[in-house]
């Protein structure tokens, strides 16, 4: 009779670890490096668009075919709310004579409406000879600063399906305080 | 008959092997890794904010620069992190242009045009404003104006962008 082993002695295979803490380490040194310079919040900067000076080299005074008019849209930041106006008329509240657009009842400003008049403004101007990027933002002595840079965000782009265009992208500055 | 474990089992006192399980730290590990690359900038940040001030949020998506800083405090008007003038007698004043600011900028300026002769560095009057976002606008337009004359004209608003 051939020789059978004994069951009792037959072992299951040991189960076959990795060594992991080569990968362990690797990742110990990655994870903070990269922590370390991720950036959470991101910075930006709105530049400035100041008005060209007269002078200058020939070379750089190239006119237009056809020269624009200026329609020195502005629009104006008061404790109020805000105005639009042209170099030709002011846009007021046919109500109350008051402000173009008044402030919310939470006393905050209406910018989704503001871009919206915007746009219009844009669209029955675009086409003709009137100046179609700039725009002027003057405001009162009090007025903080995130309200000048939301207004000139409302200025400066809308958004339709989900893509940015171009609204008045030229925002100036007026240097008079009301 | 009551179960008599075995005394060789009983005494036996050997420390065993305990193997931690990293299966699950892994995991975690590569998925943290993973999104850190795909966020990874190369570019890294160029301007770094004041602590005394908190930056206005804006829709632009211009990248920052580097130019000459000039931070609006609450309390101090700052030049390259040096104080300048204090807040309190900017408002103070009834005039457009801070004349501390002005006699620092133009310090800068000509630092910058001597830089520009020896070594060929373009000077192109850049500067960009760090303002808090309850500046009012007099200060700021004081602060521009004061810029503006004082051979800086290329003015920067410095502003967190808005997340999308």
């Given at each position: 009779m051939a020789y059978q082993p004994s069951k009792r002695s037959s072992r299951s295979p040991a189960p076959i670890e990795i060594n992991m803490f080569p990968m362990m380490n690797l990742m110990v040194v990655l994870v903070p490096l990269l922590l370390s310079t991720a950036t959470a919040i991101k910075i930006g900067i709105i530049e400035l668009n100041l008005p060209q000076a007269a002078g200058g080299p020939a070379s750089e005074l190239q006119l237009p075919k056809e020269p624009k008019q200026n329609l020195d849209l502005t629009v104006t930041i008061t404790s109020e709310g805000l105005y639009l106006s042209s170099v030709q008329a002011v846009l007021q509240d046919?109500?109350?004579?008051?402000?173009?657009l008044a402030k919310n009842a939470?006393?905050?400003?209406?910018f989704q409406r503001l871009n919206e008049m915007l746009v219009e403004i844009k669209r029955k101007i675009a086409?003709?000879?009137?100046?179609t990027k700039r725009i002027i933002l003057q405001a009162e002595s009090n007025i903080d600063y995130q309200t000048l840079v939301s207004t000139m965000d409302a200025a400066r782009s809308f958004v339709v399906d989900d893509a940015e265009r171009e609204l008045f992208p030229e925002v100036s500055i007026s240097a008079g305080i009301l | 008959m009551a179960f008599i474990p075995s005394r060789i089992k009983k005494h036996d006192t050997s420390p065993k092997r305990v193997s931690l399980n990293l299966t699950s730290m892994m995991d975690m590990f590569t998925i943290i890794l993973v999104f850190l690359l795909k966020t990874y900038s190369t570019e890294g940040q160029l301007i770094h904010p004041s602590e005394n001030l908190t930056l206005p949020i804006s829709s632009v998506k211009n990248p920052a620069e580097i130019a000459l800083d000039v931070v609006v405090s609450k309390e101090w008007i700052m030049v390259n992190n040096e104080p300048v003038v204090l807040i309190s007698e900017v408002e103070e004043q009834p005039g457009l242009i801070i004349e501390p600011l002005s006699r620092m900028l133009q310090r800068y300026a000509t630092e910058a045009r001597r830089m520009e002769e020896m070594y060929?560095?373009?000077?192109?009057g850049k500067v960009t404003i760090q303002g808090d976002k309850a500046l009012a606008f007099r200060m700021l337009i004081k602060v521009m104006a004061t810029c503006g004359r004082s051979e800086y004209p290329n003015m920067r608003l410095v502003v967190y962008q808005k997340e999308a």
């Open positions: 046919p109500a109350d004579g008051g402000p173009t939470d006393g905050s400003y209406d086409g003709g000879s009137l100046d | 060929g560095v373009k000077f192109s």
